[in-house]
């Protein structure tokens, strides 16, 4: 199959870029050679997962039956032509044997891949956060035990930041007194003062210069991006020994907490002030000067 497939298509460089085969060394508590039946390949799996992750696939069916007819697809999993490609439930059954810290393994190997042959360098980082629908409706919601824990802690949010009465009318439905019975971790966002979804929330951190994500935590929809913002600096600083200079992030990141961290670590931040009056006076765009070499802005 190589032969129809070009030497500058993305996955042709993708597979001389990046070696998996230390797939099969993470995974191997999981198999027996002599017992049992031939089990589907751990990198395969893997290689599939990429593809459904670069091309936009999120389902796991329309994935192997994409994988099915794209020549391409095919020659990066290692699935000749003659030989069926793996059923979509088995992939899952693989995800749930795995488990997450297999995955966090696999991410980890790569960043560090990335470090040691120079592909990232860690000084500029961007921060940001994006919510997802979490596979629950909002009517698997049922009232929280009254001996729920967090259910208490969630009650001291709402006293402290939320007052949930807009004019006469109060919510039916929060965090702070009802759960999802299909997902228990999911949470409640709203939108406008209006109920929306269940959703999760990931929290991104990327190398501005490569463009290469070094971390994605997962919290529930409801969770600030503060909350959780400065203990991935200090990992991102304590694991990979990035040297981080400067943190670029929306005005969501702009808390006392986060100026007082990137402070004390001596790192440059770069988030939009909530108003225009905060500060130093107001300075209007007109006044800088961007210098692209240095890659900075001064007042003229």
Known sequence: MEQFISKEHFLCKLDKLIDLSFIRVIVKSFYCEKIGRPSIDPETYIRMQLIGYFYGIYSERRLCEEIKVNLAYRWYCRISLDSKVPHHSSLTKIRHRL???????????????????????????????????????????????KYDDKSKILKKHQERYHDFIFGKRKRKLS???????????????????????????????????????????VTTGATHECIIFPQRIVELKQKYKLPIEEVIADKGYGRGKTYALLKAFKIRSY??????????GRISKGNFIYYEKKRYLYLS
Not at 271 to 280: A, E, K, T, Y
């Open 175 to 217: 965090n702070q007194t009802h759960i999802s019975k299909t997902d228990k971790d999911a949470s409640l966002i709203s939108y406008n003062y209006h109920h929306h979804k269940l959703a999760y929330k990931t929290h991104y951190s990327i190398d501005a210069e490569s463009r290469i994500i070094l971390d994605c935590p």
């Open 271 to 280: 988030i939009p002030l909530h108003h225009d009056n905060l500060g130093q």
């Open 99 to 145: 488990g997450e810290k297999f995955f966090k393994n696999i991410f980890d190997k790569i960043i560090r891949f990335c470090l040691k042959n120079k592909f990232l360098e860690g000084k500029r980082i961007i921060v940001d956060a994006s919510i997802f629908s979490a596979n629950a409706s909002i009517n698997s919601m049922v009232k929280r035990d």
